[in-house]
T-cell receptor
Framework: AQSVTQPDIHITVSEGASLELRCNYS??????LFWYVQSPGQGLQLLLK??????LVQGIKGFEAEFKRSQSSFNLRKPSVHWSDAAEYFC??????????????FGKGTSLLVTP | ETGVTQSPTHLIKTRGQQVTLRCSSQ?????VSWYQQALGQGPQFIFQ???????GRGNFPPRFSGLQFPNYSSELNVNALELDDSALYLC???????????????FGNGTRLTVT
């Protein structure tokens, strides 16, 4: 079954530093991949998605992600982190797709802490 | 446009009781999904509804059931509550066109259920 793994449970970066959050997927064909962010007490907000085409995708809030088939990875990056980026980040893959929708398999998440 | 709204925001129940959680889909959306997010974990897919019928189900027992109404709002019902049912329950809506298409899921802020 399609699944994603987020190897890092916690990551701490200094404000202004660059960020890379790792995500590895398990799927034979081209997966539909997503990154979501969750602030404390909030729901999930979509940062970006990859379906096909250009392997570097741009998202909201200055985030980008690169799909690398050879490494089965879809890592999230940001060149300069702001204190407001502190949150939980989830990578997800679409499963069970049909004409009427699909489900998401989420990773366990990476908690990002931003220090001054 | 109105986003996905869930009620109540918090709920405390006793083991063995039954609970109903409610979700209003984002305007124009016709598909609703429910996810369970245990503390420190990623969300897990419970089920999805499209045109008032269950359209897919994750690995959850039958005591988890749902409804979708003609106005596309939805309910999640859980019978015979167990301590492990304590979690954040997230509702997500999207628009399915009837042809295979991945449209983003829009999540509500969730209902925090505590079972004692």
């Amino acid at each position: 079954a399609q699944s994603v793994t987020q190897p890092d449970i916690h990551i701490t970066v200094s404000e202004g530093a660059s960020l890379e959050l790792r995500c590895n997927y398990s799927y034979g064909a081209t997966p539909y991949l997503f990154w979501y962010v969750q602030s404390p007490g909030q729901g999930l907000q979509l940062l970006l998605k990859y379906f096909s085409g250009d392997t570097l995708v741009q998202g909201i809030k200055g985030f980008e992600a690169e799909f690398k088939r050879s490494q089965s990875s879809f890592n999230l990056r940001k060149p300069s982190v702001h204190w407001s980026d502190a949150a939980e980040y989830f990578c997800a893959v679409a499963v069970s797709g049909s004409n009427s929708g699909y489900a998401l398999n989420f990773g366990k998440g990476t908690s990002l802490l931003v220090t001054p | 446009e109105t986003g996905v709204t869930q009620s109540p925001t918090h709920l405390i129940k006793t083991r063995g009781q039954q609970v109903t959680l409610r979700c209003s889909s984002q305007s124009g959306h016709n598909t609703v999904s429910w996810y369970q997010q245990a503390l420190g974990q990623g969300p897990q897919f419970i089920f999805q509804y499209y045109r008032e019928e269950e359209n897919g189900r994750g690995n959850f027992p039958p005591r988890f059931s749902g409804l979708q109404f003609p106005n596309y709002s939805s309910e999640l019902n859980v019978n015979a509550l167990e301590l492990d049912d304590s979690a954040l329950y997230l509702c997500a809506s999207s628009f399915a066109t009837g042809s295979f298409e991945i449209s983003p899921l829009h999540f509500g802020n969730g209902t925090r259920l505590t079972v004692t």
